[in-house]
């Protein structure tokens, strides 16, 4: 597969984003280097990372290792919640900007809410801020709910580009999908096929077996449909290239609902309301 078989997903800042991404968590220790080196040759040009996952000193690495034009590669990195509020959102990008070793970030997202802080609003600002200068170029958010998305637009009147959310076929975010529609927020995936459940579940495999692909493939392809980009990690190239080999065959309607139809809810049990990483 070529890169340019990966479609781009337009988002409402002008930019776009890939249409699968190349997730980076949990860490690998000194193998994660390696790890994002294999997915760029594979054909991944979006890197997702954050501080909290505590590599953003070996994705930088892979980075700089590359063959590649680091235009051609779009680095995303997240704020953790120890960093909330306005300056302490500046000093904790500068420390990722460092740990990257890059002179720009492509993707800036603030991990978690934080509701029970209350200071998302003036971290948003401040990514604000930093875009504005030049060191990020697309803002977004992760694990925002639709009344957190709504303050921040009501205050600020800047529309996060994308919302990186827990999304699987047991968790679809169907509501939460058809707001961000409404603001053109793309929805990113993580933990894209859920649990080893999902893939051995016979919805899936059947599917895999019409197909003549990988119960991951018809997951991921699930989510390509449904407009969301999805991160799959893998450290095994050959699954890195198997993962990213989506654009060959389409789910039909009844696929695209049979899967849909395996919902029953969050599978890490993270609500946004609730949960706090820092």
């Given at each position: 597969?070529?890169?340019?078989?990966?479609?781009?997903?337009?988002?409402?800042?002008?930019?776009s984003v890939p249409a699968v991404g190349f997730g980076t968590y949990p860490h690998d220790g000194d193998d994660s280097e390696t790890t994002a080196l294999h997915a760029l040759d594979a054909g991944y040009?979006?890197?997702?990372?954050?501080?909290?996952?505590?590599?953003?000193?070996?994705?930088?690495?892979?980075?700089a290792?590359?063959?590649?034009?680091?235009?051609?590669?779009?680095?995303?990195?997240?704020?953790?919640g120890r960093h909330h509020g306005?300056?302490?959102?500046?000093?904790?990008?500068?420390?990722s900007l460092t740990n990257l070793a890059l002179d720009h970030v492509d993707m800036y997202l603030i991990h978690w809410p934080l509701p029970r802080l209350d200071k998302y609003v003036e971290s948003w600002k401040a990514m604000i801020a930093l875009r504005d200068e030049g060191l990020v170029r697309t803002i977004g958010?992760?694990?925002f709910t639709e009344a957190h998305l709504t303050r921040l637009v009501d205050e600020t009147g800047v529309v996060p580009a994308v919302n990186q959310v827990e999304m699987h076929p047991f968790f679809p975010q169907h509501d939460l999908r058809a707001f961000h529609a409404t603001l053109g927020i793309v929805t990113e995936s993580w933990s894209p096929m859920g649990r080893g459940e999902l893939l051995t579940h016979?919805?899936?495999t059947g599917i895999a077996d019409a197909h003549g692909v990988t119960p991951a493939q018809v997951v991921l392809r699930w989510h390509v449909q449904l407009g969301a980009v999805p991160i799959p990690k893998s450290a095994?190239?050959?699954?890195?290239?198997?993962?990213?080999?989506?654009?060959?065959?389409?789910l039909d309607d009844a696929q695209v609902a049979a899967l849909s139809g395996l919902e029953r809810g969050r599978i890490w049990g993270q609500d946004p309301a609730t949960h706090e990483e820092f």
């Open positions: 597969m070529t890169t340019t078989e990966v479609p781009a997903v337009p988002m409402n800042d002008g930019r040009r979006l890197l997702d990372t954050a501080l909290r996952y505590e590599n953003e000193v070996r994705i930088g690495r892979a980075v290792a590359s063959d590649l034009p680091r235009e051609q590669i779009l680095v995303s990195t997240k704020l953790a306005y300056d302490a959102t500046i000093a904790g990008f500068h420390e958010v992760s694990n016979p919805v899936a095994d190239p050959q699954r890195q290239r198997t993962n990213l080999d989506l654009f060959g065959f389409a």
